[in-house]
């Protein structure tokens, strides 16, 4: 019985200066989160309601917070139009230089009339809780919605 209680004394005092580094690494990767450049992303669409067969334009701008300079390390950006339930329904990596990045994406046959966003984010940004991408709500106005507009007038 004496060697069990020697034995179980053995284990926890041997387990305390593991438990303490932990807590100090814990705290460092939590200083350096804050210290960690963040990057955000401003982006302007040519317009914001669609009819199908359009396509949608945009030239984005990333900005290095800590800096408050254009972010020159962002190269890849994602850019993605999800429907009001947060599906995805299309995605395109466009390149970005000197912290620019323009194109275009098709609204096709995929899409119907209704209320959808455009997301535009880096890998980086993922890294964060927080999120700094850019949202932007879109209409695309279904054919039959743009007859019966017509045909009032």
């Keep these: 019985m004496k060697y069990n209680y020697l034995l179980l004394s ?11 580094q932990q807590e100090k690494n814990v705290e460092d990767e939590y200083a ?34 800590k800096n408050q300079l254009s972010s020159k390390a962002t190269t890849n950006v ?3 139009i999800y429907d009001e339930a947060g599906n995805q329904l299309k995605h395109a990596l466009f390149q970005a230089e000197n912290g620019v990045v323009k194109g275009n994406l098709a609204i096709d046959s995929i899409f ?24 932007q709500k879109i209409e695309i106005i279904s054919e039959e919605a743009a007859k019966k ?3 009032e007038t």
């Design 149 to 151: 507009n017509t045909a």
């Design 112 to 135: 119907s009339g209704g209320t959808y966003y455009i997301k535009a984010e880096t890998n980086w940004m993922k890294n964060f809780k927080e999120s700094n991408a850019f949202i």
């Design 78 to 80: 994602n850019v993605g």
């Design 32 to 65: 350096a989160y804050f210290t960690l450049p963040r990057e955000a992303l401003y982006v302007h669409l040519n317009k914001t309601i669609f009819f199908k067969g359009e396509e949608v334009w945009f030239k984005g701008y990333a900005y290095d917070q």
């Design 10 to 20: 053995f284990f926890l005092l041997s387990t305390l200066p593991i438990f303490s």
